[in-house]
């Protein structure tokens, strides 16, 4: 399983529109094959703090996920709006049993 988790910063400004668009992202991303999770997320302590937290069946999944144009354009428009561009980290994970 392929773990993607990130965040964001938003200015006060471009606070709405960055939550809009992350909405969109993540409803399309949800119907692409190979994708068990996506959520964007509001920081409960600092409101400008957007996370993002993926789960992918697979490197494939994920590597088709990235290379989807719209994928390619919210990742640009997402940085031309932030105050901060945060970090992206992808992790290959998996479950563990726990007795």
């Not at 390619?72 to 997402?78: D, I, M, S, T, V």
Request: charged share 25%; glycine share 4%.
């Amino acid at each position: 399983m392929i773990i993607v988790t990130g965040h964001v910063i938003a200015s006060e400004a471009s606070r709405a529109e960055m939550l809009r668009i992350a909405l969109e992202h993540v409803h399309r991303s949800r119907a692409e094959p190979g994708c068990v999770e996506h959520g964007v997320y509001v920081d409960a302590e600092n409101p400008l703090k957007l996370h993002f937290f993926e789960r992918w069946v697979d490197l494939d999944a994920i590597r088709a996920h990235f290379a989807v144009p719209e994928s390619r354009a919210f990742a640009k428009q997402l940085r031309a709006l932030a105050a901060d561009p945060g970090k992206m980290y992808v992790y290959e994970a998996d479950l563990a049993k726990l007795e």
